[in-house]
């Protein structure tokens, strides 16, 4: 991953590198356990992707904001304590909104402490650049590990349970592949996801290449 | 719950609820540094220990919580805890293993945000364990963690000798022998644990 050294002018990029070409999930690899575990059905995948870019967004502002203050040797240690901060805010949140939803994502909340991704933007992006460019940027790896988390909340909840959100999608003849929201599901969802991604872009590679006037043996 | 067995809890966290292959806990490492088998141990061990000294010292820091009712701030003083352990164990280990110091590499420092730690600091404190449980606990949680990335890395170790498509090399092939693996453990939920 390039890292831009100077401080970066807020374009549409800022935003969009988040969702597709540095996406945290599919080409990072960050922040794993959370996108494995709770997956498990969408409306848990989006609850734990919004939870985790509110957290996301306030902590790298906050070390934006702080960036000058914060002396080089200790820099870690306060990221982890802004970031598990906002995350007790989070926890305390989620139970008095929906008692269901804190039961079924159990320690996953508290464990949003943990997430490389938060960690890594705090120390790669949100300790050089300033608050707008942070900002934005957030916004876009937020959105980008909430759009993972519902890629593979949605497939595992319809292979899984035969629904989505909540709602049956078939008649009650269909018999849920119930594998896909147990553990091993979650592995086999990611690892299928990260195929169709790699097959993408082996094939666009080689177009690039034919376009340029050479086939695909590279003859 | 506060009245299973040592040896159940023990069994179930290394086996039945295996932290990575049932739990999700732990991942990173367990794709990061599965790759060879000797570096793979010597992290289990490492994570095993960080595990027992900050599930102790959770237990202790909980106690003096609860007492002044001051609950809210469990999860940082957790987090500084564990990454004190963590630093006990990187100077430790650059006094007496220096070669193993730099096979561990940038993954050692990460043992702090490997979420099993955490995972069991919390864990123990929901379930209400007391201390001997919290101690049967965490060592087969890190009994646990080390199955699984030992298991891991010899499967990785075999692969690389394997003619697989290109497409498939690298994270996703890894995704899919671990899915295996976990489908494989599954087959110990019949001993009586329940999934958490």
Known sequence: MKLPERQEKVSPDTFLRGLWEENPVFVMMLGMCPVL???????????????????????????????????KQVRIATYII????????????????????????????????????ILGRAEAYASKQRLGATVVNGLGMGAGFTIALLCLGTVREILGAGSLFGYALF???????????????GFFVLGAWLLVFARYRQRRERRQLEQQGVTADGR | MAAE?????????????????ALFLGICPFLGVSAKRETAWNMGLAVMFVMLVSSVSAYGINWLLVRFEIEFLRLICYIAVIASAVQLVEMAMKKFSPALFRALGIFLP?????????????????REYSFL????????????????????????????LA??????QGAALTLMLAGLLSLAFMGFAGLGGQHA
Do not use: H
Not at chain 1, 44 to 50: D, E, I, K, P, T
Not at chain 2, 5 to 21: C, G
């Open chain 1, 171 to 185: 008649s009650e003849n269909f018999q849920p592949w119930v594998v896909m929201i147990l553990p091993p599901g």
């Open chain 2, 163 to 168: 003619n697989v498509p290109g497409v498939s």
């Open chain 1, 37 to 71: 575990a709770v997956t498990n059905s969408a409306i848990n995948a989006l609850a734990m992707g919004l939870a985790t870019t509110f957290v996301l967004l306030c902590s790298s502002s906050l070390v934006s904001l702080l960036r000058k203050l914060i002396p």
């Open chain 2, 5 to 21: 067995s040592l040896t159940f809890i023990f069994l179930n966290a290394a086996i039945i609820n295996n932290f990575v292959l």
């Open chain 1, 82 to 117: 802004i970031i598990a901060t906002f995350v007790t805010i989070v926890d305390y949140a989620i139970q008095a909104i929906s008692l269901d939803l804190y039961n079924a994502l159990g320690a996953f909340i508290q464990l949003i402490v943990v997430n490389c991704v």
């Open chain 2, 110 to 126: 990460l043992i702090t945000t490997n979420c099993a730690i955490l995972g069991v600091a919390l864990f123990q404190t929901f």
């Open chain 2, 133 to 160: 449980q919290c101690m049967a606990f965490s060592l087969g949680a890190g009994v646990g963690f080390t199955i699984a990335l030992t298991l891991m890395a010899g499967l990785r170790e075999r692969l690389e």
